[in-house]
Structure formats: structure tokens, C-alpha cells
């Protein structure tokens, strides 16, 4: 068992995942596909291993105050 928020770990170190949300099983299954609606449900850009590892990282808008 490996618990984390860290979407990089869970995609380089798990072979499957779990999404709960307060004690509540939102998603079960590829961490990948868990990792880019976890994202998406926290209005977050995705951000693709492949890509960090490559050094190849969307350009992300600072936010605005």
C-alpha cells in the first residue's frame, strides 16, 4: 500500500490505483488514467512522466492574482 498525492510516484511506482475522496472510492484502476482525471478534478494541467523525464514540460500559465 502506498498512499500519496505525489502523481508523479504514483505513475512511475504503481501498477494500479485507487482515487478516494473521504473515504469514498471515486476511481479504481491505471494509475495513468487516475492521474490525468485527478488533474482535471483539481482544475490542474497534467503533467505526463514521459514528458518530465524527457525534460519536455508544457508551458504552464503562472497564475494570476
Same mark, same amino acid.
Given at each position: 500500500?502506498?498512499?500519496?498525492?505525489?502523481?508523479?510516484?504514483?505513475?512511475?511506482?504503481?501498477? @494500479?490505483?485507487?482515487?478516494? =475522496?473521504?473515504?469514498?472510492?471515486?476511481?479504481?484502476?491505471? /494509475?495513468?488514467?487516475? #492521474?490525468?482525471?485527478?488533474?482535471?478534478?483539481? @482544475?490542474?494541467?497534467?503533467? =505526463?512522466?514521459?514528458?518530465?523525464?524527457?525534460?519536455?514540460? /508544457?508551458?504552464?500559465? #503562472?497564475?494570476?492574482?
Amino acid at each position: 500500500v502506498f498512499v500519496t498525492h505525489d502523481l508523479y510516484s504514483l505513475q512511475t511506482m504503481c501498477n @494500479g490505483a485507487i482515487w478516494m =475522496d473521504h473515504g469514498t472510492v471515486k476511481m479504481m484502476g491505471n /494509475p495513468r488514467e487516475i #492521474a490525468m482525471a485527478y488533474s482535471d478534478y483539481m @482544475g490542474q494541467p497534467y503533467l =505526463d512522466p514521459d514528458l518530465i523525464n524527457l525534460n519536455i514540460l /508544457p508551458q504552464v500559465p #503562472a497564475p494570476v492574482s
